[in-house]
């Protein structure tokens, strides 16, 4: 088997289950922003059983694996570490690059949503001022997250206290105002099957997406085989409401589910409330790109961090801040390349990305068969339910919604996404000819 080193106790300040709560969520969820367009491509209906349904198949299985795996493997890096003990190096290797790569594209798409966001009220804000506008967020985010999970939870609170007040209105007042079957029609008309199904079906597994991804962070958290899964419990189903609620109320009540496209939950806001809903929908949207953002940043840096430990990335990569414990270094450089990505629109982009999370969702959830396999001597103080028909659903699912997935991917993503998890390798190896190299250079 391969070995998995035990990363040394740092100084860093530990986040307790409440702030731990909201990060999840932030990283998971955000908010009901960035669905919308599924009901103009799969229907109204499709997309409110997309949002009950896809759950069941997707994220329940890879919480259900995360929480087990965590409380067997409470380490930092996570699910790569999972993999590695499970599968050797190569596919441990795989399993956190694929990660770390994928997230650039993620981590520079909020900023560039953010600014955006902002460009509605400042119309001036293009070329040069947008990437300033987005690198100023990234400054923003990183400085939070240098400062330590405790920091990144108390802002995961607030920007997520702050997008919960106009959603929650907007449901209520939405549900007040219902005049119109929400799952009418449940497809669009003349639309082909591909688009109705497979389009909406790969937008619905990237919103229910991430729940292994703050395993990275397991070190980081007050008695992680405890919280973990305690949390795990209570954000599954808030994401789901999250996502399905609004959706109901706002087809209910304003319809026209024809002109859904992204940013219109404020549109409906302002038909169900007026300008003052619009406008704080709005500033929530904004805000949901700064809580995503702020905790794929806490989440994504750990993996670098990991694989420098491990000897497959520079040792420098492992430095922590002296006063909080974070591995600065590692979050620096992230950043770096966030902002430089932020230069152009990633919409097309963010298509690839799923492609690699795809990848790592499977090694996540194949790493339960492969650790109660070989290591079933661990001490588990959560287990899957349900004996060996419980470890055949969590695989199973992920793995088959994977394959559907992938194949129904838009035609970039067809193209580009197998060259992503191509690169994989590539670096894998040559990691292992220079680790050869300095193997056979002389000790000086």
Request: overall charge positive; glycine content about 8%; proline content about 7%.
């Amino acid at each position: 088997m391969a070995s998995v080193s035990t990363p040394a106790k740092s100084s860093v300040r530990k986040a307790s289950l409440f702030y731990f709560v909201f990060v999840m969520f932030s990283y998971t969820t955000g908010g009901p922003f960035g669905l919308e367009s599924m009901v103009t491509t799969s229907g109204p209906g499709m997309t409110l059983l997309y949002l009950l349904v896809i759950p069941f198949f997707w994220c329940i299985p890879v919480s259900l694996v995360s929480a087990e795996l965590t409380t067997a493997m409470p380490v930092e890096g996570g699910f790569y570490r999972w993999s590695r003990a499970a599968f050797g190096d190569f596919w441990g290797f795989l399993a956190g690059w694929w990660n770390w790569s994928a997230s650039f594209l993620l981590g520079g798409s909020y900023a560039v949503l953010f600014a955006d966001y902002l460009a509605v009220y400042f119309p001036h804000i293009t070329g040069w001022k947008h990437w300033l506008v987005s690198f100023a967020l990234i400054a923003l985010i990183t400085w939070v997250n240098v400062r330590g999970i405790q920091m990144v939870g108390k802002a995961a609170t607030a920007f997520e206290i702050l997008i919960f007040v106009p959603v929650i209105a907007m449901i209520v007042l939405g549900i007040a105002k219902w005049h119109h079957n929400p799952f009418v029609p449940f497809v669009p008309p003349d639309r082909p099957f591909s688009q109705v199904f497979g389009v909406g079906l790969a937008l619905g597994l990237w919103l229910y997406s991430g729940y292994e991804q703050l395993s990275t962070v397991a070190e980081e958290v007050e008695n992680p085989q405890r919280t973990y899964p305690r949390a795990l419990a209570l954000v599954v189903p808030l994401s789901i409401a999250a996502y399905f609620l609004p959706t109901l109320a706002a087809l209910a009540s304003a319809d026209h589910w024809q002109s859904w496209k992204d940013g219109y939950f404020s549109t409906a806001a302002l038909v169900i409330g007026g300008p003052w809903l619009g406008s704080l929908m709005t500033i929530a949207a904004m805000v949901s790109t700064m809580a995503l953002l702020n905790s794929t940043v806490l989440t994504t840096t750990r993996m670098p961090f990991a694989l420098a430990e491990d000897g497959y990335l520079p040792k420098f990569l492992t430095a922590k801040h002296p006063r909080y414990g974070t591995p600065w270094i590692a979050i620096l450089i992230s950043a770096a390349i966030y902002a430089s990505l932020a230069l152009q629109t990633l919409g097309q982009l963010i298509s690839i990305y799923v492609w690699c999370r795809a990848a790592t969702t499977v090694m996540t959830v194949l790493s339960a068969w492969g650790l109660r396999r070989k290591r079933p001597d661990l001490p588990r103080a959560f287990r899957i339910p349900a004996g060996g028909l419980g470890l055949v659903y969590v695989i199973a699912l992920p793995t088959v919604m994977t394959v559907i997935a992938l194949y129904f991917s838009d035609p970039v993503a067809l193209r580009w996404g197998p060259w992503a998890l191509a690169v994989g390798p590539i670096v894998y190896g040559v990691v292992k000819l220079f680790a050869k190299h300095d193997a056979r250079r002389p000790a000086p």
